[in-house]
């Protein structure tokens, strides 16, 4: 990285015109599109008492649905992690026809509307849909041999009925939006992977599965991570594909953007701003994980 | 969308392939296959199958019913407001993805770390959190919602308190809420690009005695095109497909205040599936589209380095 800045005397003159309008055009920006409305809802939260504030985010509700939106939604990024660190690795090391179709629709989530993903979703796994006809009574059999095998767990609660428009559906939303995060960190890392490492492992009698779990893995784990935390982070915000195929039951498959939109129609802007200032300090906490874990994972390539 | 600025898509050095490598690294065949099924099962579950659904659902009852659902004029309005709305939000990020570039590629300055990240928090916020500030700024119980109806306010002229100004539950709100979530977009973008590119050629066309403008546009904006192009394309496909931002600030008026994504909903939810399909194979047909070109670009940026 090069920079326009003479590097001798204490007042740097800059060779190259336009920081002075380019960084005020920034700032001015980002603070009337991003942190002004951003600061909004901080302060609309801080004229609450400290009595309304923990009514309006630590009620029975509210709390039920923070249990659905971030327990699903770490459900769907560690599956994601599986399987998308499985896709990456074929999509780098596998030759196969459609590799480059395959390779450009991992990107569908970010580019497909979520309303269109959700009705979609709803559409196939719904008891009449393509996939929803065979499984659907899978499911329901399979939650009911489970509460016969182990009784004393309430699984119909905890799984839900069906799969559309219960938790199952939630979870195909919420996997839906984060499978590109894992496959597209995991891939440049994967690439540079030196075979020659592998190589050596084999070379000192390693089996392939010990060069797979303790070689390959460990160099992947940054990116894993970084990867499984990004996926995370979209799902636990997920709003247009969640509902549609949700079946928004309170207490039991609403989520939380769900609930903060349900209070913002009652026109209790009060309870929308709090549970939402509380999901924003969710996500800030990860953005900083995220950074911290990608600062992380340099320095540790770089060695 | 992805995670911070250390991740273009750009930049991202695509693997060759190495399935020929020596025995000892390679996968036993078996673990092979299994990879392999899983890895498609996955793809085919999760991608194909959600995209082939919404064109076979549209084209469930033939093409008649799938024509109808474009000549409502409500289906014609909202694509009018959601062409609008991206026609608005793609230019001022593009001008505002160029200028955040130029300053923290090409220029070195205390809280330039900060500034980056928080140009990625957009990302970071919920779209239904996204349409709720703008709500608390700009709606009737908001701190400038008061003033923004007619009425009589004191500090304000007579003609602005005639001005009867709607902001939520109106065009401005969802362009300003689109305008917030595909934010970064460009942004990010070019920011490592122009960083890995330095500042060699801006300072020959200085040298050579080449105005500033005259530098960006004839040195800096050729060599950032691609990365220009691909954030555009990227950005464009968010704006027009965003739903819950756009959904908490624009109260659902038929015909005025919805765009495509919504319009999907009211359709969906009167259970007219034919139609909502149609219009959604419209916006799947725009995600094939962004990501035919997105594939492109990549190729040629791949061409270009080697």
Known sequence: MSTAVLSLPRFRRRVLPGFGLSLGFTLAYLGLIVLIPLGAAFIKASGLSWADFLTAVASPRVVASYKVSFGISLLAALVNGVFGGILAW???R?????RRVVDALVDLPF???????GIALAAIYSKNGWAGQWLEPLWTKGVHQLAVWLPGVDWAGCLGKTIAFDRAGIFLALTFVGLPFVVRTLQPVLAELEPELEEAAA???ANRWQTMTRVILPELMPALITGFALAFARALGEYGSVVFIAGNMPMHSEITPLLIITKLEQYDYRGATAIAVVMLVASFVLLLLINLLQKWSRRYYRV | MSSTTTTPFLSTKRAPVRASGPRVIRNPAWVRWLFMTLALLFVGCFLVLPLAAVFTEALRKGFGPFFAAFTDPDMLSALRLTLLTAAIAVPANLVFGVAAAWCIAKFDFRWKSLLI???????????????LIYVLVFGLQGWLGPYLGAGDHPWFGEWFNAQDIHIIFAVPGIVLATIFVTFPFVARELIPLMQAQGNDEEYAAL????TGWQTFWRVTVPNIRWGLFYGVILCNARAMGEFGAVSVVSGHIRGVTNTMPLHIEILYNEYNFVAAFAVSSLLALLALVTLLLKTLVE????KGLA
């Open chain 1, 90 to 92: 074929v999509l780098v």
């Open chain 1, 94 to 98: 596998y030759t196969f026809p459609g």
């Open chain 1, 111 to 117: 580019a497909l509307p979520t309303a269109v993903a």
């Open chain 1, 203 to 205: 070379t000192l009698g």
């Open chain 2, 117 to 131: 990240t928080l140009i990625d928090l957009p990302f970071a916020v919920s779209p239904v959190i996204s349409g």
């Open chain 2, 207 to 210: 040298t050579l005695g080449a």
């Open chain 2, 299 to 302: 190729w040629r940026a791949q």
